[in-house]
């Protein structure tokens, strides 16, 4: 990342919501935490523009130059992630219409992204912003908007350009969309476009399949439109990102399903995204974890976390060390930085409860004293943690589709996509075996030793040839249940499954159902008594070994996980899901030491992650995600800990304090 | 049944929904099956007429020559159920404004059955149909519509059909319609018929039932008006039936609150149903036979299931066993035939996972292979099994009324009227005590040397002094609380409760509780210690004999169940709901006993049900209705047991395996 | 309250609602019972005025000359509160467009009380039916409407009058209010008038909290508005009333968000209001002695129970001695009378299980004969009991910006502000320490000893300086979690907290989180082990006295309960939410000691409250709020137990039957 001589410290700043003045004082207690770059802008565009085409930049001006002066440097955001009133009054479509009606003004991400006067107004007001703020020395970089999605617009204006988008499709050819989504079920058959029913009464997950994936297309078109705009003005130096987030279950939890990341991510320099997470007594790191790994492999490259909680909502207030906890668990994961949001407590409106370093008081808190220790120990060690290069041996391959067509047909016990995903991301995890994330146009799996298939639901034919060519090759692939049932418009494959790849697995299946707690048995240690639950398929073997049957009086002679031999390589099914962490565990860690992978002398709580530094040295970080001060035995080289600056011997005792870590360089 | 003479056995089929060629091997497949009936073209309108006025009769055409070279017979739908979006794109207030406002296009039954446009449409594809199938020698016949249903349309035009309904019963007065319906209160009154506001907002339970009513007569009139028309094509050898359903709470349930299925069977020749149940260890056949007593009911007739689970959701996957244990038990019922919905898995859309005898391969599994030996049973056994008549001694009294009111009006605990009635049926189906089900208007009450009648919560006068004379003449009644307590308006009796009976009762309250769990005492055997629940009437006896009173601090000196001599007969009265299926069935059997009705000497899940057939003999079904083998002592005369072909004599012990069966024809 | 001669017993009577010609019995009835007061003509517009400007008085005429021939006082209601049929055909727009749209006609209290059709219509009927009873000798009073709330009016006109009002409140000023409100957060600023949203959208807290404030305001112009049409025709003799009701949670439970309680009975005589409470075994009294306590403290004088149950929910049928302990309750707080909601209970429509004192066959019941003995010791102890001064030492301080506030920004565990309002006030009750209830524009802060203010989450800078020198001048406080954390308008201080009275409390937190189930330690007496739950601020004393702290291995280092002697006073901080009642009343305890207040040696079940009569005697109401015989030793001096007239000596011990009690009246 040439943009990054440092690693980034920083938090979003808003001094337009400030009840008094406090810029000159912000800037010194942001000095004092080491704070050396500050996010503006984003979302103040009814500041920005108070009145159409009445600009006002002295927000922007009082920033910038405190910030200058003071040796910050600056993020800038375009604002047009929330509308201001005015447009709303003047368009009042621009809000979109969705599956619940059109949406009232007030609530940020709300608009319809491809309205014309959405459009129209808010290139000016970018225009505007980015000729006034592009020379400015302290400018480091844009970010487009912010954690863009679709808002699930779906007016008449967005199911024209729908339909128009499968009239191409289909080159014109109502029989072939017909066919592909299988409408003539329950008559819904089109055959004259003009019959093109509301997309959002439709019941055909085919159809609403489709539907889905052009909403994320749009957002991916809406970016590279920012993109371009912001192209115009920016410096050389200056880099474009994103604020990419996850899907939210009151935190960053799994795959994003509203928006293509792989796609999305092609105008940005970097990949940018903010990861919240669970606090206290609920921290395991795994969030962090698992929005750093899938971020890095947006681009295959360091990333910036643009957000991430400080003192966050009231039940996430860090325990101490925790915040320190946090921030070099975002470093091991490849970030070259973080940022908070945001720096002050806003003192009215709607996020009053998502704190930031400050409260409302704007007094120094023991959360903001931590962060004072964590800004000195970046600026300190920055050129040993800057540009972590972290490689993987195995990689999850993650699809917004399969996502989608798991949520039209449902499983069982509410299990959903990123339960699954996250099933088996967290047994790696806890295992500190380390994983990227490829997408299903991803065409380098050869790279990994291991590939894991999480419900890969919807799979095109040509992604199965990819992995039956990639385990013919010597890969080894781990497959869950769901795998390839249908191809990429959701249509369930006629063929014997798993997705017609039989042989490859040696085991099929024509029958399932739901397990409510069907234990398995099997020698694989720590299958044995592990319940299914949400789903489970009716394996039969065809040449693969059983490694788990389910122990039932009628479903017992059906296999639950299966491992093949074929061509060079091995193909592993895993036909139920396994709520329980340690099952999951047990099968990931056998699949990968299958492939060869040998995971360190280590389980969660204690966690060890890193890569390799500019210098090319190993660099591993030590987490001690407990309440409790746990030790270990150095399983690395000769190193040195560069928090303290103590050399750690090979096998040498390490103690961790609750919520502590180390940071081991290797000689 | 004069179309049957032989037991059908079936499924749904959808040459339009087919992902590839398939017609030919899947007759073959069905053959193999026994299969000798099909259903078509239900819901497919959208290819029969995929434009207006657009007929295509290919998928017709080339089922009906296919199953008529197999030998197969065919019941054609009519297609009304489902509208194309054509219809919907042509005129959008085709589809029901309901509570929740207008549907959008994309779901099945989603139409106002009163539109104009819906109806002319639907017509002229009905007679293009019929026109083009009557001839074809292998259509024995044809279901009308399919589920019909209300679907809660109340828009402005069947809202104003609704207000003529209620000048014409009202005779024009509004006084006696305010009077009737006590919209005095909160000044609901209407004193034009202009001021008649919309029903859908109204809070008064009177106005609103009688709208309810009025919504099931659509549905009654809507299969009389698609009767007239079929009946203008069909050949006197072909048949017209309707698929009616029950109460749906993810399964097959209770009473229909949504169609008056005796006066809605009027133009059928016979009854046609739907059952589904759930499956696995939850396979009771409680369902099973309780859907088929109600279908046999309606017409005093044989009936036959036009559709019913094959692999069904995932969670009702049949263990092995259970396919047939289910086709035989709607045969002991009296049903002529079992048809599945489907022969083969949905590949797109909605119901995908709503397995049928297939899955998506289309390869041969284990449901299917066990569907063989069912059709091969019922060729072999036809003329023994079909047109089984059942004769019962006990019948239930149900109320679409009844329901409605106690749904404006609900108990505690969630208890619904369906859960009093499958209380009542389920203590009788467990003891083996067959029942069949009356409506309000039953004149044949004395049929029956015992009627139940579960929370009959409205009644008319004459119903009420119907079901006295019922016990003065000697027979038996046992009513439960809310019995008769508010007329046919839903308006409370002013009158000692219950029912203003008390003297046929012995017993009268004026108040009552919500009980929490109060315990009953009393010398009934299986009363003590039962817990009320959902609703507790404190009965004060004047005559009866108190068999169970309340055991608490404030409440225990009012009786919970009495029995009083009236005339000839004896009436009982349970004044609370008793969720415990033992205490329950303590009440049903010693009122049964009372009335001089003996069970055989078997308890679920051991399960004995049957008639006489075409040549009188009394045929006996035994089921095994667990997953353990289980044995009971022969209880009849000397008799053969039709699936293994051997005889069986008196107290012969017959040891069934799990969920099995055996059929007993006695000499 | 000079209308009353004497205790008014009565119930609401309908003969508008009535099946069957009931008048003269109900008279009768009515007699027998004692009842002296009736309340009629409330919700029933439509049967007064059947069609627009066509009247019928009928059942006025036919009520009141009953009433007057028996000797029972009327009190007449104006019958706005439910609009007929015809208002709503003519304006349909009269019906309240809300948050969830315009609803439909049929509910009561769904109009826009502002709408000038509803004024036109509601004035004219007023007039006309004031003009008709008002020189009827038995009519004593009137009220007006009934429970009138804003009903979430929002509409386009309201919110112009809301915009009009905030123009004005901000001198015109709309970069006062984008600063007062925060409307730079999201964009959400307004730079022009006309651009105003749609408030319904508005996720500003700040600026739907104003609405809110605007919309209780609608409520007091409403009631000014009626009173000033009554005060025209109302004889000398004749009082003016409402009947006010409390936040509902399936009963009266705390302070009504809705209704400024205080501002709104300005134009009244009295207070009136409605107090519903559980029943049975969840009679404890605490919901009486709240809404008591609330209704006198709004004039400071004493009230009228307009409404209370009678048999009730089927839940609520009382156990025997139930309702005469309830009545009793009533005056202990200074209520001058009871009546019940209502009569008869209702046969159609939809408060048919809402049951009265009869139920719907009119037939005399256990409920009723004990309503008789009510009447009767009604009207023997009139003079003894009437007029009751209650005199408290302590106060409770509410606000309806508070509760909106919270409301806003939730606690955790669902802990609402009525909540925290009532864990205080029941401590109090259960202990026997009388209390008042205060307003935030109360100026009597030294009436008391004790003020507590529980959550008040927004307090205006005058009210915390009131606050202040009430305790600088010898007063004590307590204060409870989130006070004074946001200015009126729920702009959050950006000072430290709490309130920025740092030094009156001797404490201050910057930080907060959510307990989750932490236990407290102290030496205070009952506190150590009781756990916190829904909200915990992280207090650092300086300078108060740390009564209880945290038992955490991370907070606790931070006190959960401090006293700080300030000036002549003590300031109480209590930093979490105590659900446990007997930690809240070691709480509430402690600091009632510090303010020198002894409360009676007794603890619910047994109650103790009463005051001193019009001659001027103690007169103590002792309750025996549960189901087992209780006895206690007379704490008052040489008395006489009205009831049984019978005298006691002091620690006399004096035994209460289950749910009874007894009456000493001081010498």
């Given amino acids: 990342m040439k943009h990054f001589p440092k690693l980034r410290y920083g938090a979003a700043y808003y001094d337009e919501y400030m009840p008094c003045e406090r810029l000159e004082k912000d800037v010194e207690m942001m000095r004092a935490a080491g704070i050396n770059t500050v996010r503006i802008a984003e979302s103040t565009w009814s500041t920005l523009e108070p009145q159409p085409g009445v600009f006002d930049f002295t927000h922007i001006d009082r920033a910038l130059c405190a910030m200058e002066k003071a040796g910050i440097d600056v993020i800038v955001g375009t604002p047009t992630y929330a509308i201001p009133a005015w447009l709303a009054a003047r368009h009042p479509d621009v809000l979109a ?85 299988g409408l003539d079920y329950w008559s819904n058959r089109i055959d004259a476009w003009e019959d093109f029913p509301d997309v959002r009464g439709s019941i055909n997950a085919s159809l609403t399949g489709a539907f889905a994936r052009f909403q994320r297309e749009l957002v991916t078109e809406f970016l590279q439109w920012q993109a371009d705009i912001v192209n115009e003005y920016r410096r050389e130096d200056q880099f474009i990102t994103h604020n990419f987030d996850y899907d939210w279950r009151g935190y960053s939890f799994g795959v994003q399903p509203d928006v293509d990341h792989f796609a999305a991510c092609a105008p940005l320099d970097f990949a940018g995204v903010d990861i919240y997470h669970p606090s206290q007594d609920h921290l ?103 540009d972590l290069k972290v490689e993987n041996r195995v990689a999850i391959l993650v699809s917004n589709e399969a996502l989608t067509g798991v949520k039209a047909f449902p499983m069982g016990d509410g299990v959903a996509y990123n339960d699954v995903v996250r099933g088996v991301y967290d047994a790696l995890y806890r295992q500190n075996i380390g994983c990227d994330f490829i997408g299903p146009e991803s065409t380098n799996l050869a790279d990994y030793d291991l590939l894991i298939a999480p419900a890969l639901y919807c799979a095109e034919d040509g992604l199965l040839q990819r992995l039956k060519s990639y385990v013919a090759d010597g890969g080894h692939l781990l497959a869950t249940f769901k795998f390839g049932f249908s191809d990429e418009e959701t249509k369930v494959r006629a063929a014997l499954q798993p997705a017609g790849l039989s042989e490859v697995f040696g085991a099929s299946y024509s029958q399932f159902t739901l397990p409510g707690g069907v234990p398995l048995e099997g020698e694989l240690p720590g299958i044995s ?139």
Same sequence: chains 1, 2, 3.
């Fill in 97 to 181: 219409m969705t599956q619940q009606g059109r949406g009232l003004y007030g609530h940020r991400q709300n608009m319809d992204i491809t309205h014309p006067a959405y459009r129209y107004y808010g290139e000016r007001v970018i225009r505007k912003l980015l000729e006034h703020v592009k020379d400015a020395p302290c400018v480091i970089g844009y970010q487009l908007d912010n954690e863009t999605k679709h808002y699930g617009t779906a007016g008449e204006s967005v199911q024209r350009q729908f339909v128009a988008h499968l009239k191409r499709r289909f080159n014109g050819s109502l029989e072939a969309m017909n066919k592909a989504f």
């Fill in 529 to 667: 008594g592990a319940k299914a639950a949400g789903w489970m398929e009716l394996l039969t073997p065809c040449g693969a070994q059983v490694l788990a049957s389910y122990a039932h009086p009628f479903w017992g002679s059906y296999a639950a996980l299966t491992r093949n031999a074929y061509g060079r390589g091995a193909a592993w099914y895993l036909g139920c899901y396994l709520p329980e962490g340690e099952a999951m565990e047990a099968v990931a860690l056998a699949a990968a030491k299958d492939a060869g992978i040998a995971p360190p002398p280590l389980h969660f709580p204690l966690i060890a992650r890193g890569g390799r530094n500019r210098a090319g040295k190993a660099v591993r970080y030590l987490f001690n995600y407990s309440g409790l001060r746990r030790s270990l035995h150095w399983f690395g080289g000769p190193a040195t800990e560069l928090v303290g600056g103590k050399p750690i011997a090979p096998e040498e005792e390490i103690s961790l304090p609750p919520w502590g870590l180390a940071i081991l360089e290797e000689a």
């Fill in 284 to 386: 395991t790191g795994a969030e962090i974890a698992f929005g750093g790994d899938m971020s890095r492999s947006l681009k295959k490259d360091n990333f910036l976390v643009l957000e991430t909680e400080a003192q966050g909502f009231p039940q996430w207030l860090p325990y101490p060390g925790q915040l320190r906890l946090q921030a070099f668990s975002h470093l091991a994961s490849g970030a070259n930085g973080v940022m908070y949001w945001h720096w002050h407590s806003i003192h009215n409106s709607y996020e009053t409860y998502w704190k930031g370093l400050l409260s409302q008081d704007f007094a120094p808190n023991p959360t903001y004293q931590e962060a004072c220790t964590i800004g000195a120990d970046f600026a300190r060690l920055s050129d040993k943690l800057i």
